[in-house]
């Protein structure tokens, strides 16, 4: 019983994420799939468009055999952090063979060969890393500035290479993967595919295959009907006709609008303090351009500097709309993932389950209301963010979908 992991969003699940399922499946030899999917909010600081049960409907309809939900103190973080949770809780079930992730450099070898100087830092390498910092690098600047001295000394890499490899976001991703599992001592095996045709941030569709984030922009512009037709899966089309029939509406950011002007106006400068992310006195400018703004983008490119990227601006939001500060997150990651919640499987996944009962060192959780009766202080608070993160996320669709408890009364889709 063969079984791959697979890292993803599926925000939505579309053909470039069809051809990544294939491959993996087919460059490990595996019969089984597991995909680890972000909840209701995202690593980019956004709610996804569609709710984590459709897009998990999505990923079973499409061929992945078990979705398994990251929990939110994960899925909304940094790229190190978001990586850790994802991992670990693939190394948990302890049935996972290999791990498959995209990347703009298709070559596991070169990815793993820099992760390991990244992640043991060696004298030398440090030496220079200091060095950049102390001539006013920033820190992406100095790693990079390090990273090349280093291979310039030990290896015959073409370092004129390295700029490229480590700014592209799923590269950076992929290097995390990679320092998680050497983090964790895991024996999954990490296997990459080069993405195909489009880039990350591409925002035009370039064909069959486009990003993630051309399609988004098509379906938030609302021309999305027949433009994106040729981009996704029949079903995936079929299940975002359904949500938009249901709800009016798709998620976004601006969605949150209203809500978010207020938390920012009527937030003191200590409790900002302590989101995450927020260093520096950056609490300050985020009250000052609250006050002088009224749309939320207008508010993120006031804030917006060299050392703070819009994407981490956008998760302070997305942590302070849930009340995730510093004191709750580090005493949870202490901890890291303590369960494995279930949002969609085939039969095939139902057999997946079976094996990870027997080898999981995480309760597998398929009714939600059952981890109440696991008595587990730190994975009841760490699972009823989640739940937060849900009834926050309706608030951002129409009226008639404004419910609250939904993880109590929504069962994980099951195709069998």
């Known amino acids: 019983m063969k079984i791959v992991g697979l890292i993803t969003e599926y925000n939505p699940f579309h053909n470039g994420h069809l051809y990544h399922l294939n491959e993996s499946k087919r460059i490990t030899n595996s019969e089984y799939s597991v995909a680890i999917m ?29 979705v398994i939900e990251l929990p939110i103190i994960y899925a909304c973080q940094s790229a190190e952090l978001f990586a850790f949770g994802a991992i670990k809780i693939l190394d948990s079930m302890g049935c996972i063979d290999s791990v498959c992730f995209g990347s703009e450099l298709g070559d596991i070898q070169l990815l793993n060969y820099i992760t390991k100087i990244l992640y043991y830092e060696p004298d030398s390498y440090v030496k220079s890393l200091k060095s950049a910092l102390e001539q006013g690098f920033s820190y992406p600047k100095a790693i990079e500035y390090a990273l090349i001295n280093y291979l310039k000394e030990s290896s015959t890499i073409d370092t004129s290479i390295i700029s490229n490899i480590i700014s592209n976001p799923n590269n950076i991703l992929s290097i995390e993967y990679l320092k998680a599992l050497n983090r964790i001592g895991s024996e999954i095996k990490p296997y990459t595919i080069k993405r195909k045709q489009s880039r990350y941030h591409d925002k035009s569709l370039t064909g069959s295959i486009s990003s993630a984030t051309a399609i988004r922009e098509q379906i938030i512009n609302n021309s999305w009907m027949e433009n994106i037709k040729h981009t996704v899966p029949p079903i995936t089309y079929k299940h975002l006709k359904n949500f938009y029939s249901e709800n009016n509406d798709f998620n976004s950011l601006n969605n949150f609008s209203v809500i978010l002007l207020y938390l920012l106006r009527n937030t003191t400068s200590e409790k900002l303090k302590n989101i995450i992310d927020v260093t520096e006195g950056l609490e300050n400018r985020i009250i000052s351009c609250s006050n002088n703004h009224s749309n939320i983008y207008e508010i993120l490119n006031c804030m917006n500097t060299k050392r703070y990227t819009t994407t981490r601006l956008k998760r302070i939001l997305i942590h ?5 500060n510093k004191d709750i997150f580090n005493n949870l990651n202490l901890h890291g993932p303590q369960y494995i919640r279930i949002l969609g499987m085939s039969a095939k996944g139902i057999k997946i389950i079976k094996q990870a009962k027997r080898t999981s060192s995480l309760p597998i959780i398929t009714k939600f209301a059952d981890y109440i009766m696991l008595n587990n202080e730190i994975l009841n608070q760490m699972i009823e963010l989640d739940k937060k993160a849900t009834d926050i996320y309706v608030l951002g669709l129409s009226k008639s979908q404004m419910k609250s408890n939904l993880d109590y009364f929504t069962s994980p889709y099951i195709r069998l």
């Open 320 to 324: 302070l709309l849930i009340n995730l």
């Open 38 to 66: 972000s909840g209701n909010f995202l690593q980019r600081g956004e709610p996804a468009l569609v709710d984590k049960w459709t897009r998990a409907k999505m990923a079973v309809d499409n061929g992945v055999d078990l």
